[in-house]
């Protein structure tokens, strides 16, 4: 206990000396609002649960270089999601293997034997030693708890809970409890699909069924995190689950992606009843899941904002990579379809500063010396072509693009873009199959979060200026009404 106290302060003191310097998370790109690692790499966003009034974001972590490694978990926890307080390194890896991608859940009625409200991990493990031998089938799925809100934890001594199969990618396992069948369930990726598991413990696990979806989807790579819970429509007493994957392949702009399933699910077997939808078609929105336990039962989901293509190059030298933003998930319906409106939760609001605001704008419309460096850009709009640029005086500039149906995100000429040839290529599309109505963008110096008709439509990517971009200029080539034009500065939460 003495060494906990002790670690305590020192964080503490760490963050009060830090948090009153001008310097403190202000390098070249490092974002102002999102949250990123303190120093070195990060990627997955893993055992995402809200307790006892605070979020809690475990992540992918290798502490010791900015280049992807021997994993750990790190963690920081949030009361709104904006403000992050950075915390002990919660898993380390050890004799079993590193400590790859998971969840936590919060153990109510005390099903395992750790304690009531136990916080237990659940996490892949995979062996390093196994691998560099030869072997190819090294991974394996492992739980450990906390008593003490994910300060300290101990690994359960009956580890691994469920072993290597044959398959060389098993992991990224994703539990909840599921009252409708009194027990645990376990979605897991394993090569290309999905399998479920149930459990009343969570040490003892039964395999029910695998899930992959004929003919929907006919190429995928492999399936990394995966999620699964149950919503309500909007408006209507139904429910349906939803189901989200993420491929580290053939995705809409290349590399990694995520996309989601909308379905029925009676604890043992998932169906999927209409086709998949991608969840954002930009290239940097991947391994996104959602918080456990979540209050008001909201969906609130985080994702790695990078891409595996180039993910260990990008040019930050402290720390490397972001998350998005965090996104209320609503599920909504169109004739006879499901699909999910993402919206960044509501304590956003209070970061906000309006700096310009306006009933309409005529175009061409064109402002400089603005602070496009963490600013949120948002307006209505009826038209069909709309042609928008940030630009800064290094004449470096990134550009958005509405074709009728075709939504696109230029960033070819952004800057930094050398440390890969997979960075500028191709133009990024997505296509929109209904009428452009809102706009919101969210910039915070490498990332651009776009959100249109209140969050059905997603796209999300980074990129890397020499200078920030503080020139904007909005065109269309026919006849376009831009109203309700706003743009906020969003204030730093370091
Ligand atoms: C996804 C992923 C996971 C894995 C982790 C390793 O980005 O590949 O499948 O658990 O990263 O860091």
Request: with cysteine; charged share 25%; aromatic share 14%.
């Amino acid at each position: 206990m003495k060494n906990v106290t002790l670690l305590l302060l020192f964080f503490s003191l760490q963050s009060f000396c830090q948090s009153n310097s001008n310097d403190y998370y202000n390098e070249p790109h490092r974002p102002q609002f999102h949250f990123t690692p303190e120093s070195k790499w990060m990627n997955d966003p893993n055992g995402l649960v809200y307790y006892n009034g605070k979020y809690h974001l475990f992540y992918q972590h290798y502490p010791k270089d900015i280049v992807w490694g021997p994993m750990h978990w790190g963690h920081a926890s949030s009361t709104d999601l904006f403000h992050w307080e950075h915390l002990p390194i919660a898993l380390y890896p050890d004799k079993l293997g590193n400590i790859f991608s998971g969840c936590a859940v919060i153990d109510e009625n005390n099903t395992a034997g750790f304690g009531k409200n136990a916080m237990i991990a659940i996490f892949t493990y995979h062996n390093d030693e196994l691998w560099k031998q030869g072997y190819r089938n090294t991974e394996s799925q492992a739980i450990a708890y906390s008593l003490d809100e994910g300060l300290t934890w101990t690994k359960y001594s009956g580890n691994p809970v469920i072993k290597n199969s044959s398959e060389r990618d098993f992991r990224d396992p994703n539990v909840f409890w599921n009252e409708e069948i009194n027990a645990w369930n376990m979605v897991l990726a394993s090569g290309d699909k999905v399998k479920i598991f149930t459990s009343d413990n969570l040490k003892d696990w039964k395999y029910k069924s695998d899930f992959k979806p004929n003919p929907d989807i006919a190429k995928t790579g492999t399936w990394e995190c995966i999620d699964l819970f149950k919503m309500k429509v909007k408006g209507d007493e139904k429910e349906k689950w939803v189901m989200i994957v993420n491929h580290d392949k053939y995705t809409p702009n290349g590399g990694s992606g995520t996309r989601y399933f909308i379905g029925d699910f009676d604890g043992e077997v998932f169906t999927n009843t209409q086709p998949s939808i991608w969840l954002d078609y930009g290239t940097d929105y991947y391994a996104g899941v959602t918080f456990y336990n979540a209050p008001e039962n909201k969906r609130i989901l985080i994702s790695w904002m990078s891409n595996w293509l180039y993910a260990n190059k990008t040019p930050t030298k402290v720390w490397r990579s972001a998350m998005t933003l965090p996104r209320e998930l609503v599920l909504d319906k169109k004739g006879n379809r499901y699909f999910l409106r993402q919206k960044i939760t509501e304590g956003f609001n209070k970061i906000l500063d309006t700096k310009v605001s306006k009933d309409k704008i005529q175009l061409p419309y064109s402002a400089k010396k603005l602070n496009l460096s963490q600013a949120e850009l948002s307006f209505s709009f009826k038209g069909k072509q709309l042609s928008l640029t940030l630009s800064n005086s290094k004449n470096e500039s990134i550009k958005v693009e509405l074709n009728d149906t075709t939504f696109s995100i230029d960033r070819s000429k952004s800057g930094i873009t050398n440390f890969s040839d997979k960075f500028t290529e191709p133009i990024q599309t997505m296509p929109v199959d209904e009428k452009i109505t809102d706009f919101q963008i969210i910039l915070d110096r490498p990332s651009m979060e776009i959100l249109l008709n209140k969050g059905k439509y997603s796209m999300t990517t980074i990129f890397f200026p020499n200078e920030s971009f503080s020139s904007l200029k909005i065109e269309s080539s026919e006849k376009t009404q831009i109203s309700n034009f706003t743009i906020n500065h969003v204030k730093k939460t370091w």
